[in-house]
Each structure stands twice: as C-alpha cells, then as structure tokens.
C-alpha cells in the first residue's frame, strides 16, 4: 500500500531555512506528480509546492515562490521541500501527498515552527 513518511521538520528562527524530506513507498513513484500541502492551526490545509514525475516541472504557491524549492531523486523515491527565508507565518504541519485513481494518499505531517 502507498505509505508516505515526512521528515525535517523543527523549530527555526525567522530568516532561518529547514529542509523537509518525504520517503514513498507502494507505488511506482517515478509516475506520479508529488505535492506538498500545509496546514496551520484553525486553517484548510493548503497546496504549497508540486513537481512532475520527472522532476521538469513545479509549481508553487504565491506565498511561498522565490523562497521554497521543491525537487525529488527518483532513485530515492523522495521528494524534498528546500524552505528559506522562513516567516512565522509558515508555521504548519506540512504533509507529503501523491494522488492515484483519484484517491489521495497523505503522510503523518511534519512540524514546522517559525519563531524567535
């Protein structure tokens, strides 16, 4: 079965950068576009970044363009999330997701805090 497992999450300063990593398994991971979402306290969980299988296309949320990179080693089957210039306002738990026949698959979330 799908299994997606996140890490790299932590407490980090304003300005300061955290890189997350997402471990998948039970799927032919090199198919499938990968997403990663965001959810902050009393809000919808929201699209930050997503990268083609092949790794030759991303794209971004507006907040976060410019600041975030999104990439993955096939090899691996991981995807990672490069975050910088980090804003309080990035504080979530940040989830790995991939969707397949229409059914989405999410990891157990990774903890970001942004404070001084």
């Known amino acids: 079965q799908v299994q997606l497992v996140e890490s790299g999450g932590g407490l980090v300063q304003p300005g300061g950068s955290l890189r997350l990593a997402c471990a998948a398994s039970?799927?032919?991971?090199?198919?499938?576009?990968m997403r990663w979402y965001r959810q902050a306290p009393g809000k919808e969980r929201e699209l930050v970044a997503g990268i083609a299988g092949t790794g030759d296309s991303t794209n971004y949320a507006d907040s976060v363009k410019g600041r975030f990179t999104i990439s993955r080693d096939n090899t691996k089957n991981t995807v990672y999330l490069q975050m910088n210039s980090l804003k309080p306002e990035d504080t979530a738990v940040y989830y790995c997701?991939?969707?397949?026949?229409?059914?989405?698959?999410w990891g157990q979330g990774t903890q970001v805090t942004v404070s001084s």
């Open positions: 039970g799927f032919t991971f090199s198919t499938y576009i």
């Open positions: 997701n991939v969707r397949i026949l229409q059914r989405n698959s």
